[in-house]
């Protein structure tokens, strides 16, 4: 079991000084989600194999890891320029996770709900050249159904995965969200079985409470997919039942705290994300 820290609300510190930051704060191991002078959002990594080498060694001095590396490329997008480019930039992105010793990688399907089975197509056809990438590298993914992707569901993103018959690629559980993947935590859980393999924890409101006038949006109809990434405690995510489900699971992989809600107590907010983690994990009899 890995405790892990995505540090999005530390951007601002530079990627060299990271590893000391993660350790002050009590963590062994970083995700590293898109940042602007690593690996931006949608847009080629910004890093030479030098400064891979550095932050390399800023880790082993730290004594932290990184348990994953999230890139997030329009691969699925229903462009083909973009797609084509994307699948430029996962490579590059790959070879950055197998120079720093990492063996796995986060992701989002990265498509569009309106466009959904072209997005799909799109995807498939990017696996098909990334795939032997991964496989050549030695790289497990694990993917999430994210709002406002073309596939939302937890149980539905489960088959997706499924079928694409790799070992090296798996299922990850977002629980900031959970009202948008069928909040059915159980069940998404359990269908998952050994596909299971990274949590993302995080706190949510359930945007169809109150007969779906939670949150108001204007104009009505509107198709904005509201969640939000809030301390544990703060929305109505059944955090005891989660973390019951993953013992009853046997799980095993990492869990992440992502917390994106709180850049003005940011210190405060991992501090206490790990304390609860380790909490709840302890209650359910979850050995870190």
Same mark, same amino acid.
């Given at each position: 079991m890995k405790l892990a820290l995505d540090p999005y609300m530390f951007r601002s510190t530079p990627l060299l000084e990271l590893p000391r930051l993660v350790a002050e704060l009590g963590y062994e191991w970083i995700e590293l989600s898109p *940042? !602007?002078?690593?690996?931006?959002?949608?847009? =080629?990594?910004?890093v030479n194999d030098g400064t891979v080498a550095a932050f390399k060694k800023e880790l082993a001095a730290a004594g932290v890891g990184v348990s994953s590396v999230l890139p997030l490329f329009k691969w699925s997008g229903p462009d083909e320029d973009d797609r084509q480019a994307a699948v430029r930039?996962?490579?590059?992105a790959i070879e950055i996770t197998a120079a720093l010793g990492v063996d796995t990688m986060n992701s989002e399907f990265n498509g569009r709900p309106e466009q959904a089975a072209r997005s799909e197509a799109q995807f498939w056809r990017s696996l098909e050249e990334l795939l032997p990438v991964f496989e050549r590298e030695g790289i497990k993914l694990a993917l999430e159904p994210h709002p406002d992707d073309f596939e939302e569901d937890g149980k539905a993103a489960v088959d997706l995965i499924r079928g694409i018959n790799s070992p090296l690629v798996t299922f990850l559980y977002c629980a900031p969200h959970t009202f948008h993947m069928g909040n059915d935590a159980q069940g998404i859980?359990?269908?998952?079985?050994?596909?299971? #393999?990274?949590?993302? +924890?995080? !706190?949510?409101? !359930? =945007? #169809?409470?109150?007969?779906?006038l939670r949150y108001i949006v204007n104009p009505p109809g509107s198709t904005?997919? +509201? =969640? @939000? =990434?809030? !301390?544990?405690? @703060?929305?109505? +995510?059944?955090?005891?039942?989660?973390f019951a489900c993953l013992a009853a699971a046997?799980?095993?992989? /990492?869990? /992440? #705290?992502? +917390?994106?809600?709180?850049?003005? *107590?940011?210190?405060?907010?991992s501090t206490f994300m790990r304390e609860k983690i380790t909490e709840l994990l302890t209650k359910q009899g979850i050995q870190t």
């Open positions: *940042r !602007d002078d690593f690996i931006p959002f949608f847009n =080629h990594p910004r930039y996962w490579k590059r859980i359990e269908y998952a079985g050994d596909l299971l #393999t990274n949590i993302h +924890v995080a !706190d949510s409101f !359930d =945007h #169809t409470g109150s007969s779906g904005v997919r +509201v =969640h @939000q =990434h809030l !301390d544990i405690g @703060q929305g109505e +995510v059944d955090f005891d039942e989660l046997g799980f095993n992989g /990492t869990i /992440t #705290t992502c +917390v994106f809600a709180w850049e003005e *107590r940011a210190r405060e907010s």
